[in-house]
């Protein structure tokens, strides 16, 4: 994917429709005649709402401030977890994602690009790795440090609950380590879901204290330290088009990892379907029908 077909690729955040491109390259509008600008390194600026909501403005100004000690504060966060091994698990999330050459990964909130360096390994030779953040900081530091050797790598600023991508785009998506903090999180998960096609996979994570150690006495510690460790799974969001979830707690088992795979429609019970065998009638609705009696 060139520069131009990924250009060509995005649509309007809101409403999924054709963006179009100036002729120097250098903007995309929308039909309401919003406009998105490309910057000079190729860093396409898709934020939507153009005003975040409070609290992702929180986050961005926040990763704005701290890109350039992020790496070593996340580095010290894994240590004191039961001393992790960061390079180990980072390797087992990307894993999960189950990537081959010559397909194309959407990794949301990359910072960075720490994870998006073994992305772009699995999809090499010939792949495509879209990278995006809120931090435009962060997203500029990845880009330096990121190798585009034999892989098409593209970034956007983005706000990972409105994707401006068409539904079945990529092969898989990732991200971890922010939508705990997500101000419409159940729509990003929607989001991350639609953008990837049927038989893809998503692989999301984020801090979340295992329930039985919460109560032990070096994790109570940490989540009166920190209040993001007291968060709970947010199994609830997951859209419902999905099969074959997992979820695996990581780094000392402060935090979570999910990943499932994305179905083209979602499962429905039969509830019409005859008991076999029987000699009278019998099913799920009579059945539901008699404790509604």
């Not at 939507?48 to 966060?77: N, T």
């Not at 990537?99 to 010939?126: N, Q």
């Not at 695996?248 to 979570?256: E, I």
Request: net charge negative.
């Amino acid at each position: 994917m060139t520069h131009q077909d990924f250009l060509k690729a995005l649509v309007c955040p809101l409403t999924g429709s054709p963006l179009t491109i100036a002729e120097d390259g250098k903007t995309l509008t929308s039909e309401d005649g919003t406009i998105y600008e490309v910057g000079d390194t190729g860093i396409v600026n898709m934020l939507y709402p153009k005003e975040l909501l409070p609290g992702d403005a929180h986050e961005q100004f926040l990763y704005d401030q701290a890109f350039l000690r992020y790496d070593k504060g996340v580095s010290w966060v894994f240590e004191t977890l039961n001393h992790s091994d960061e390079a180990a698990t980072r390797r087992f999330f990307i894993d999960l994602m189950d990537l081959k050459p010559g397909m194309k990964a959407l990794e949301v909130g990359a910072g960075t690009g720490k994870d998006s360096a073994l992305i772009l390994e699995k999809v090499k030779p010939g792949g495509t790795a879209v990278l995006s953040d809120l931090s435009p900081n962060m997203l500029k530091l990845a880009q330096e440090k990121l190798s585009t050797e034999d892989v098409n790598v593209h970034y956007f600023l983005g706000n990972g609950s409105y994707l401006p991508f068409a539904d079945d785009t990529f092969d898989a998506v990732f991200h971890f380590g922010g939508i705990n903090t997500f101000s419409e999180r159940k729509k990003a998960f929607d989001e991350l879901t639609r953008v990837v096609r049927p038989g893809g996979k998503v692989v999301v994570g984020d801090e979340s204290v295992a329930p039985w150690l919460r109560n032990t006495p070096t994790y109570a510690t940490l989540l009166k330290a920190n209040p993001l460790f007291r968060a709970e799974v947010p199994i609830e969001d997951v859209p419902a088009n999905v099969e074959n979830f997992k979820l695996y707690y990581v780094f000392g088992n402060a935090f979570y990892v999910m990943e499932y795979t994305v179905t083209a429609k979602a499962p429905e019970v039969d509830i019409d379907l005859p008991i076999p065998g029987k000699d009278f009638v019998d099913n799920w609705r009579l059945r539901a029908d008699k404790a509604d009696a």
